[in-house]
């Protein structure tokens, strides 16, 4: 069995975290793509919506997808997310012959160093990097230096159709009232006004009322 691991802070998740884990599964023969929305993530300087709506996002984006399924194992483990642990409890949950791919973007593959524990990072799992307009993954080598030369085979390069969408770019346009159609699925554009999240005074809370259509306004 092959598993796809797409870890993300998902703030919130839209079509370019989508398109990359469908391209991921296609491409690799994956039968499943495990999407992790991250607990308290160490490399993110802006504060991070609370985790329960970004889980729940998250839900709601990959519904209709049989092959996507949704994981707490980073919400609901203490501390600082890191990636090694992400593995660790996947790998105790899925077993020892399961092949693990972890699904993540050019810049994140180039920063790999800076991870906790590098190498075990690459025996535990198949990173495949993904890459979109504007970024190259021709500085691997440059970049990673040994750990890329004594990895090469575990270390995946993955096209994905080009979608520059960004979870900053989505949360400053609701700040600002701009629409974000087509960005990202409906029910999350409704998600996020019902919670009414990413706006300049946000209540984050579930619950809060909008007379506005985030979708048809
Ligand atoms: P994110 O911002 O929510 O993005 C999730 C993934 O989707 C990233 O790999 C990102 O690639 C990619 N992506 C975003 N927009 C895309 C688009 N339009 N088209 C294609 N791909 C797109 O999540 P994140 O904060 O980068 O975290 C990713 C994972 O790395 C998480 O599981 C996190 O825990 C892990 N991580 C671990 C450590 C550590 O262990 N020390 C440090 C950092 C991250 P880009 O990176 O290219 O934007």
Same mark, same amino acid.
């Given at each position: 069995?092959?598993?796809?691991i797409?870890?993300g &802070?998902? =703030?919130?998740i839209?079509y370019?975290?989508?398109?990359?884990?469908?391209?991921?599964r296609?491409?690799?023969?994956?039968?499943e793509?495990? !999407?992790v929305?991250?607990?308290?993530?160490?490399?993110?300087?802006?504060?991070?919506?609370?985790? +329960?709506?970004?889980?729940?996002?998250?839900v709601l984006a990959?519904? &209709?997808n049989?092959?996507?399924?949704v994981? %707490?194992? $980073?919400? $609901?483990?203490?501390? #600082?997310?890191?990636?090694? =642990?992400?593995?660790?409890?996947l790998?105790? @949950?899925?077993?020892?012959e399961?092949e693990? !791919? !972890?699904?993540?973007g050019? =810049?994140?593959?180039l920063?790999i160093? &800076?991870? #906790?524990?590098p190498e075990?990072?690459?025996?535990t799992? @198949? !990173? @495949?990097?993904?890459s979109?307009?504007?970024?190259? *993954?021709? %500085?691997?080598q440059?970049? *990673?230096?040994?750990?890329?030369?004594n990895? +090469? $085979?575990?270390? %995946?390069?993955?096209q994905?159709?080009? *979608?520059a969408?960004?979870?900053?770019? @989505?949360?400053?346009?609701?700040?600002s009232?701009?629409?974000?159609?087509?960005?990202?699925?409906?029910?999350?554009?409704?998600?996020?006004? +019902?919670?009414?999240?990413?706006?300049?005074?946000?209540?984050?809370?579930?619950?809060?009322n909008?007379?506005?259509?985030?979708?048809? =306004?």
């Open positions: 069995m092959r598993v796809g797409m870890g &802070t998902f =703030d919130p839209h370019g975290h989508l398109v990359t884990a469908e391209a991921a296609v491409e690799l023969e994956l039968d793509v495990v !999407f929305p991250t607990g308290d993530p160490p490399h993110k300087a802006y504060a991070v919506t609370e985790a +329960k709506h970004r889980y729940l996002m998250t990959t519904l &209709t049989p092959y996507f399924s994981s %707490r194992v $980073d919400m $609901d483990r203490d501390g #600082k997310t890191y990636t090694i =642990d992400t593995l660790r409890d790998r105790t @949950v899925y077993g020892p399961v693990l !791919f !972890f699904i993540t050019a =810049d994140a593959i920063e160093l &800076t991870w #906790k524990n075990e990072l690459l025996r799992c @198949v !990173f @495949v990097a993904a979109r307009p504007g970024h190259s *993954l021709d %500085r691997l440059e970049v *990673l230096g040994e750990l890329y030369t990895n +090469k $085979d575990r270390i %995946r390069l993955l994905v159709p080009a *979608l969408i960004s979870s900053t770019d @989505v949360r400053e346009r609701v700040a009232g701009r629409p974000i159609r087509y960005l990202l699925p409906e029910t999350v554009a409704y998600y996020i006004a +019902k919670a009414g999240l990413y706006r300049e005074h946000n209540s984050g809370s579930v619950g809060h909008t007379t506005e259509d985030p979708v048809t =306004d």
